[in-house]
């Protein structure tokens, strides 16, 4: 079949459409009647209308919100809890952005450019990105696309007309300058992992009138540009010159918590705002980042502040801490009965790498699963030998004949230290407080982060009646971060006492126990 190019200039893309030759005049008209909706639809005013209008999908109030102020303001700063749909809009607004500087409302070719930016390309192209693609093949079921090409990286709607991915970090800020445009918009995912060059970097590409950037992010750290800007004294003078607009988002305020039903695909559903409620209590930072949707409240008597051990989690921390064989520790706290569950976890070296955790409701069952997690991880042994713990580490060290060291918080500190810590939890606690703090200790991803990091944050330090420092634990047993605190009291007293072996080896010593 014979195929010509249609040049159309005053539609809907100012490009090129293939045909064959008998098709020429229907792809007019469907062009035609695009051109028509769009005009009608008045995208540059309502851009909400490309989602709901024309893609036909459901948004919330919230998501119309982020896209009117997208338009409206030089910057839009949105921090919001988990799954409350921001990366679906994300994706709209790219698009969003691009058809409503089209030529058919005036905008003059090749001046309009939308940059993506975040810290991991990968993240980029699988979320916000994977958005876009679904909403573009969507469109094209509804108008004429003509030649407009997405890629794995780009959206090209024709020359100076585009939407593109960047991964920037502090190294190299200068991947994202010189991209100017007349009608300019840059989108930060996880703007609180991006460092402040390369927002100062995204700035300087914000130089024509009908510039906007809007930064998204989960808001998890208390530091930053981004902290900085959401909780400045001047944004309500600054949202009245339209300049700033800040943005809060909370998963009790979705559609699917408030009518208890899953209306949103992709939006957390109100068993588990309830679930997480139970799970993590309403104080926990955990729960106010992640589900409500704001920044933490700092508390001057936290044993690790919540900021620090959310950098335990990232990748870059996961990347300079060594995992080291020499050094490896399993390590048990004992639950009995109830909501309280036996863990089991793997510090190797520098980094948390396993968790399990499970009921055991007794003591055979408790020895077992050590007997299992010690066989297939290796490493010294440490069990909480106080109340439940017990008769597990007698079975343990006398009947299995794994070489498991005895754990008990309350003992006395060591002597160099007896004036200024209650106990010995207190001692290691504070020991592992400053492992946080220094940076050198990571949390890997895998099952039972989150109640580690909760139970780590919930930790609360006072005085005595001597004025010696002791731990307060948070309500609910701490389980996971009591783990963590005699796995770091083993690795850091056996490598003094040079008895660190390797890997499974430490199965085959006979250990005495350390008090």
Known sequence: MAVRRIQYSIGFINTTYLCGKRDGQGIMNQ??????????????NHPERLVTDILEEKVWDKQVEILQSAFEYDETLVYTGNAVGKTFIGGRLILAFLLAHSPLYGYAEGSTKVVVVGPKFE?????????????????????????????????????????????????NPEKIQGYHAPNFLAIIE?????????????????????????????????????????????????KSKKIRNVIQVSCLDTPNYLLKEDILPGIMSHKVVENRKIEWGTESPMYQARIEGRWPTASDDALIPYEWVESACTEERLAKCMRDEDRRVCAMDIARAGDDLTV??????????????????????????????????????VIDENGLGGGPYDKLKYELNIPVRGWISQ?????????????LKAQIGWELRERFREGTIAIAK??????????????????????????????????????????????????????????????????????
């Open 190 to 238: 996880e703007a609180t992992g991006v460092p402040d060059v390369v927002r100062e970097a995204i700035q300087g590409c914000a130089t024509s009138a009908n510039s906007h950037i809007v930064a998204f992010t989960n808001p998890m750290r208390l530091s930053g540009w981004m902290y900085e800007a959401c909780t400045d004294a001047k944004n309500l003078e600054l």
């Open 344 to 381: 089991m976890m793997l510090l190797d070296g520098d980094v948390v790498s396993n968790i399990r955790a499970g009921r055991t409701p007794n003591v055979m069952k408790a020895a077992l699963m050590f007997k299992e997690a010690h066989s297939d991880w290796g490493g010294f042994a």
């Open 411 to 423: 003992r006395k500190p060591d002597e160099n230290v007896k004036e200024r810590f209650c106990n």
């Open 123 to 171: 993240q980029i192209r699988k979320q916000i990105w994977g958005e876009l693609q679904a909403a573009w093949y969507k469109l094209g079921q509804k108008i004429p696309l003509g030649e407009g090409r997405l890629q794995a990286h780009d959206l090209i709607l024709g020359p100076g007309w585009y939407a593109g991915i960047f991964a920037v970090d502090k190294e």
């Open 446 to 515: 895998g099952p039972h982060r989150d109640q580690l990091k909760n139970d780590l944050i919930g930790y609360r330090v006072e005085p005595d009646m001597k004025g010696k420092t002791k731990i307060i634990d948070p309500d609910r047993s701490p389980d996971f971060g009591d783990a963590l605190i005699m796995a770091h009291w083993l690795q850091k007293r056996g490598a003094s006492n040079d008895e660190v072996v390797s890997g499974k080896k430490a199965m085959s010593h006979s250990i005495k126990r350390v008090y």
């Open 31 to 44: 062009i035609e009647q695009a051109a028509k909706l769009l005009h009608q639809l008045d995208l540059p």
